[in-house]
């Protein structure tokens, strides 16, 4: 129920695309899900989120770049990066949250070359 398993990381040249899966091990209508990112030398941050009806939320920086989608019957959430650019580099975390309860995948590496 609180394992989630990121998968799709590796490496790109600059404005290639990867698409990135999280399963959970349990159901998650009840959870809104987001993908977070850190670089490093920086905090981890936001990159997309969906809540439970299915509505996205962006960061400004992948606005028009990546899509986030969510498929409750699989217990997955997707994010799907185009256009990558080299500030896009870094370690993207899977989360599900819903009330008290927060779970975190154990991150998947994206790095994009120039």
């Known amino acids: 129920q609180g394992n989630l398993v990121e998968s799709g990381g590796g490496s790109v040249q600059t404005g290639g695309s990867l698409r990135l899966t999280c399963a959970a091990d349990?159901?998650?209508?009840?959870?809104?899900l987001g993908w977070y990112r850190q670089a490093p030398g920086k905090q981890r941050e936001l990159v997309a989120k969906i809540d439970i009806s299915g509505t996205p939320t962006y960061a400004d920086f992948v606005k028009g770049r990546f899509t986030i989608s969510r498929n409750n019957a699989a217990s997955t959430v997707t994010l799907r990066m185009n256009n990558l650019q080299p500030d896009d580099t870094g370690v993207y975390y899977c989360?599900?949250?819903?009330?008290?309860?927060?779970?975190w995948g154990q991150g998947t590496q994206v790095t994009v070359s120039s």
């Open positions: 989360n599900k949250k819903w009330g008290i309860a927060d779970y």
């Open positions: 349990g159901n998650i209508w009840r959870h809104v």
